[in-house]
């Protein structure tokens, strides 16, 4: 599976975002999918996970009521709708696929190269 993010941008505090994940391969509706975020010298933090037909959605205390995720199987995307923005919203966003529906990094087999979103106050 090759993943592809996009949709980082520089937006004011209180603002939103919509990110995108597009992923390649026919099994994409197999895996879980992850949206993280990683500042520099930071370890990479887990933002949200939904499982593979979408029917459990996980998040992170730090973005709960402001984040949305969501997939679209036929479409091969996954997305992380986010709202509310704050300045420590500021990241580079990475989405990932794993076999295993789960808040770790660690065992997620796949990842997009990540965009930036940067929350100006």
């Known amino acids: 599976v090759q993943l592809q993010a996009s949709g980082g941008g520089l937006v004011q505090a209180g603002g939103s975002l919509r990110l995108s994940c597009a992923a390649s391969?026919?099994?994409?509706?197999?895996?879980?999918m992850g949206w993280f975020r990683q500042v520099p010298g930071k370890e990479r933090e887990f933002v949200a996970v939904i499982s593979w037909r979408g029917g459990s959605t996980d998040y992170a205390d730090s973005v709960k009521g402001r984040c949305t995720i969501s997939r679209d199987n036929a479409k091969n995307t996954v997305y992380l709708q986010m709202s509310s923005l704050k300045p420590e919203d500021t990241a580079v966003y990475y989405c990932?696929?794993?076999?295993?529906?789960?808040?770790?990094?660690?065992?997620?087999?796949?990842w997009g190269q990540g965009t930036l979103v940067t929350v100006s106050s």
């Open positions: 391969g026919r099994t994409f509706s197999r895996y879980a």
């Open positions: 990932a696929a794993a076999r295993t529906y789960d808040s770790s990094p660690t065992v997620y087999d796949y």
